[in-house]
């Protein structure tokens, strides 16, 4: 079984993969993401802040990562531009969000994009949306 050149496949090193992708009412930590507080509370319409997150492995060095977070409207509301990868990583985390407006969290779908780029290629991407309704 362990010699099954499918799970072989499947066992074998993954570069630039995200494990994990998801948005949460706070600032992101490491701890959080690893005992999944993340997906405890998603945010509402009512709640404090917004925040997109992803956590990956594999990344290089040189790698680009920008985390983009969306309105239903389509309007940039948050980004996080990091700086260049200084070597390969195992494991990283990025979040990017905001505090709620005056007027509270507009209704309808918010989208986050990640994206790793590498050489002016775009390596990795990933998307992700949160419907927010009304309670």
Avoid: C
């Avoid at 920008?66 to 309007?75: A, D, F, H, T």
């Amino acid at each position: 079984m362990l010699w099954d050149a499918a799970l072989q496949a499947r066992l074998r090193y993954q570069e630039r993969t995200v494990l994990n992708a998801g948005f949460a009412t706070a600032p992101v930590t490491m701890e959080f993401i690893e005992d999944g507080r993340t997906n405890a509370e998603l945010p509402s319409a009512t709640s404090a802040a917004m925040v997109a997150f992803v956590r990956t492995i594999g990344l290089k060095s040189g790698d680009l990562q920008r985390l983009v977070l969306s309105s239903p409207g389509g309007k940039v509301i948050a980004e996080n531009n990091a700086a260049p990868v200084e070597s390969n990583k195992a494991q990283a985390f990025l979040f990017t969000g905001r505090k709620r407006p005056a007027n509270g969290w507009d209704l309808g779908t918010y989208k986050a994009e990640y994206t790793v780029e590498q050489a002016g290629q775009i390596v990795l991407r990933e998307r992700w949306e949160l419907p927010v309704q009304p309670h």
